[in-house]
């Protein structure tokens, strides 16, 4: 009788599980963006409307109602819509960073490391060339001009 082998499946040296992909990262529930990725999603009722003297003020109620209604319209409209969308698009975007992922490692690195091994020779043959005839010109020319000086009166 054969004896099974058990298969283990491991990532630089750690065993694969899936249980926890994190890695034990604790995430912030308070600072949401670390990263200051969306400086420009802070958006206050003050950051909109502005009253700018008192002669165009609307009734204080207008005013205190206004800011409330917008503040929580804004919150509840965005927990609502995240509720909705938030895990189905986290599914999607983590699936594109995935595949995306899969492509830079196993397809344009590859590419751009063979184009360059094949292009190695040309490039060689364009810097010879370059010292050959260009650099004696530039070199030249540069002469001409060394020592010359402009002054102004």
Request: with cysteine; glycine share 6%.
């Amino acid at each position: 009788m054969a004896s099974q082998t058990e298969v283990r499946l491991t990532v630089g040296g750690e065993r694969v599980t899936a249980r926890d992909v994190t890695r034990g990262e604790a995430i912030d529930l308070k600072n949401r963006d670390p990263e200051s990725l969306h400086d420009n999603m802070r958006i206050h009722f003050h950051d909109v409307f502005g009253e700018p003297d008192e002669s165009v003020y609307s009734f204080d109620c207008v005013w205190t109602c206004a800011f409330r209604l917008f503040t929580n319209v804004k919150l509840w409209t965005y927990r609502i819509v995240s509720l909705l969308c938030g895990l189905p698009l986290a599914i999607y975007w983590g699936v594109y960073f995935a595949i995306l992922s899969f492509c830079v490692i196993w397809c344009c690195e590859p590419y751009l490391k063979a184009f360059a091994i094949e292009l190695g020779c040309v490039r060689r043959i364009f810097n010879t060339l370059l010292a050959a005839f260009y650099r004696p010109c530039a070199e030249t020319i540069g002469y001409i001009f060394y020592n010359i000086r402009i002054t102004r009166q």
